[in-house]
């Protein structure tokens, strides 16, 4: 039984917009059952993402920040799989995406961008329970990007160079890449 606060306890249409959801929803607002491991694994190799983003940052000695984040995004009527799945894991944040401009159907996204959450929590129950698809290949190199980082291999010329050549592998293993070796040449 979901019992995430809500404003009014009537029976919600699932497509319209989640007031709880006005600020993201962390582990601490959630009492739901966890899910068993295999099952997140399975979940995360079909409609898990790991990105490696490099944004601009007046902070930095660089002037360019490494932003990995690790995120799961599916139709709100489907909130309570991304609220179990948060409390198994351990940690990161439900967000409300509001896609009405496109007329699609309210998403909701399961995000962590720690990068301490992801070593401390993603990690370890990553290892323990691998990935078996193709996305096995992306966490390692995710993996590895977020190490170097704790390491402080980003902030070296030679570290921030490999750290940009592993997140183009990222790329080219996503499902946005331009080329498909699996499909017949014409």
């Known amino acids: 039984m979901r019992e995430v606060s809500r404003a009014h306890s009537t029976?919600?249409?699932?497509?319209?917009?989640?007031?709880?959801?006005?600020?993201?929803?962390?582990?601490?607002?959630?009492?739901?059952?966890?899910?068993?491991?295999?099952?997140?694994a399975g979940f995360i190799d079909a409609e898990g993402s790991f990105s490696v983003s490099l944004g601009r940052n007046k902070t930095t000695r660089r002037g360019i920040e490494v932003r990995p984040e690790f995120e799961i995004e599916l139709r709100a009527d489907d909130q309570e799989i991304l609220e179990r799945l948060l409390v198994t894991i351990g940690c990161g944040r439900i967000y409300d995406c509001s896609y009405k401009r496109y007329g699609w159907y309210p998403h909701v996204k399961y995000k962590i961008t720690s990068n301490k959450d992801i070593r401390e929590y993603l990690f370890p129950f990553l290892d323990k329970t691998p990935l078996q698809a193709k996305k096995a290949k992306t966490y390692k190199l995710f993996r590895e990007i977020i190490m170097m980082m704790h390491r402080k291999e980003h902030l070296t010329d030679k570290g921030f160079k490999r750290i940009e050549r592993l997140r183009d592998r990222i790329r080219q293993l996503g499902k946005k890449a331009k080329t498909f070796s699996f499909l017949p040449k014409k």
């Open 11 to 40: 029976q919600r249409n699932p497509f319209q917009r989640n007031p709880s959801l006005k600020k993201p929803l962390g582990k601490e607002r959630i009492r739901q059952k966890k899910l068993h491991p295999q099952y997140i």
